[in-house]
């Protein structure tokens, strides 16, 4: 039907004055605007440019007679209603009209009732028809719109620089975008449709996004990311995660593919560097900090000059140690960036260890007047299976912070035992304390909490990035606990394998 009948108008064809006259009146009081024609010809007519939906059609006219009216009204096409009017003898001359697709009859006399009744519902039809019509319109312009939007995020995920795979449920590969092919050095015009070992070749990021298809990590906030070396030089970064439903099921994964090549490149360069400066710094310091030590020992017992001198040789040779642990430091992270930590593995006891750092680091405690005790909790330790040195820097960057941080007459305390199969070591200082809010901040490089009791105190902000570092690489957890002024507690729990 097309749209440009209006509802509110109607045509009455008739040959007799008095009835188009009587019908006008009745309609015009339902609201509805008439216009009346006293032919069929005339009615044609004036229904080019009166857009009636009904049309009141008498069957016996002069002239073109009601139902070739109609059949040229049918031919139209434009879904207006015809209700013919016919008297009592016609009666099978309107059941042929409604054949012909009349909406309805009314006999001659009628009642205005009769008139109302069958005019009414004829509108109610037309409104009901055109809302139909509407509805049916919104959904084709909503489909066409989804198609457009469709092909548009098609386009995108096409044009992307970072690949894109993703999969159904059983880890088969249901979209893939050309990047991803480049970057894997699959065909650029790689169908879909297949398992997804066919497009990934290395292993662990194969399982990953197998179980992430499967609905393993649904609610995983942290899914590990996977480097994947494809050749040399070229690193890839990829990050998988689930796709889900509006029902949070797992409808598949997709993952994201990006060239992370020149930021290792880099990356490595940097620390290349460091390690390399580190080691050439390293060792005329350490000379100059010897051949200080010797002067000043040499010194004593002499004159007041020679005690000036000796003061300010004593205080170089403090600035020497400080920049002998810097560079200490930068070499530990290097070593850990470069995956060193666990590169030479043996069975360390950990009870062993902490006894001859404590022993080691009591002289210092002394120095400033502080006691420090070492409490073994368990009868035999399982074990940790470590590079010593990584776990010598846990524990004694822990032990010496506690001394560090901890004011002259203050208490250290070790803790060591064994948790389940885990090793747990607690150092607890009644000293300085770290407010809140720096506490998440303290493990990050670099970072020194700066306040009138710290301020003077030397070092690097290295110490616990460091320790982390190895802690996380041994597979175990950090904690801190610390309360301002009253004291600070670090546990490390390890592993033993
Ligand atoms: P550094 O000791 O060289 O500054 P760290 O990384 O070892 O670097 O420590 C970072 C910061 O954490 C320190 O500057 C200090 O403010 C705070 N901190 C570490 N251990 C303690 C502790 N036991 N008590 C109070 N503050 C501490």
């Known amino acids: 039907m097309e749209n440009n009948i209006d509802a509110s108008k109607v045509l009455v064809i ?19 605007q008439v216009e009346k024609a006293s032919t069929g010809q005339e009615g044609l007519e004036k229904l080019k440019t009166f857009p009636a939906a009904i049309v009141l059609l008498d069957m ?11 059949k040229r009204i049918t031919i139209m096409d434009k879904g ?10 016609t009666v099978e001359t309107a059941i042929e009209a409604m ?19 069958v005019v009414d519902r004829a509108r109610e039809t037309i409104l009901l028809k055109i809302n139909t019509e509407e509805l049916l319109m919104e959904r084709t312009q909503n489909l066409s719109d989804l198609q457009t939007e469709q092909s548009r995020v098609h386009t995108i995920i096409e044009s ?44 662990k990021l194969c399982r990953l996004v197998t179980d992430i298809s499967k609905g393993k990590y649904i609610d995983y906030d942290d899914i590990p990311s996977c480097d994947v070396e494809v050749s040399e030089g070229k690193h890839l970064m990829a990050r998988a995660r689930p796709v889900l439903g509006d029902k949070r099921e797992c409808l598949g994964a997709v993952v994201n593919l990006a060239d992370v090549s020149a930021m290792k490149a880099l990356d490595q360069l940097k620390s290349e560097f460091v390690a390399k400066v580190s080691h050439e710094l390293r060792s005329p310091l350490s000379t100059i900090h010897e051949q200080l030590a010797l002067v000043i020992s040499e010194m004593t017992g002499e004159d007041s000059t020679a005690e000036e001198e000796q003061h300010i040789l004593a205080r170089a040779k403090e600035k020497t140690r400080g920049l002998i642990t810097t560079i200490s430091d930068l070499l530990d992270l ?55 040195m990584s776990l010598e820097s846990v524990y004694g960057n822990l032990i010496t912070n506690a001394i560090n941080y901890t004011q002259d007459g203050g208490e250290i305390k070790v803790t060591a035992g064994m948790s389940g199969r885990n090793v747990r070591v607690i150092v607890q200082d009644n000293g300085f304390g770290i407010d809140e809010k720096y506490l998440d901040k ?31 690489s041994l597979g175990g957890i950090i904690d801190v606990e610390s309360e301002p002024g009253k004291g600070t507690v670090f546990s490390v729990i390890l592993p033993t394998r």
């Open 14 to 32: 008739d040959d007799e004055q008095s009835l188009r006259d009587g019908a006008e009146r009745i309609l015009t009081r339902m609201d509805f």
């Open 99 to 117: 054949k012909r697709g009349a909406y309805d009859f009314i006999p001659k006399p009628y009642e205005p009732d009769q008139l109302r009744i």
């Open 60 to 70: 016996k006219m002069p002239g073109m007679d009601g139902m070739e009216v109609l």
């Open 334 to 388: 290097s070593r850990i960036e470069a995956g060193i930590s666990a590169s030479n593995p043996q069975p360390v006891k950990v009870d062993e260890l902490l006894k001859s750092i404590v022993e080691f680091l009591n002289a210092r405690a002394q120095a400033k007047n502080q006691t420090i005790t070492l409490d073994i909790s368990a009868e035999t330790f399982t074990p940790v299976v470590s590079d010593k």
């Open 80 to 89: 207006i209603v015809v209700i013919v009017i016919t008297g009592f003898a």
């Open 442 to 472: 303290i493990f990050d490089r670099f970072y020194r909490v700066k306040n009138n009791k710290t301020r003077f105190i030397t070092g690097t902000g290295l110490g616990l990035p460091i320790v982390k570092g190895i802690v996380d």
């Open 160 to 203: 992307l620089p970072n690949g894109v795979l993703v999969t159904d449920t059983e880890g088969e590969v249901v979209l893939i975008n050309p990047a991803f092919c480049m970057h894997m050095g699959l065909a650029r015009d790689a169908v879909t449709g297949q398992k997804l070992e066919e497009y990934i070749a290395d292993e």
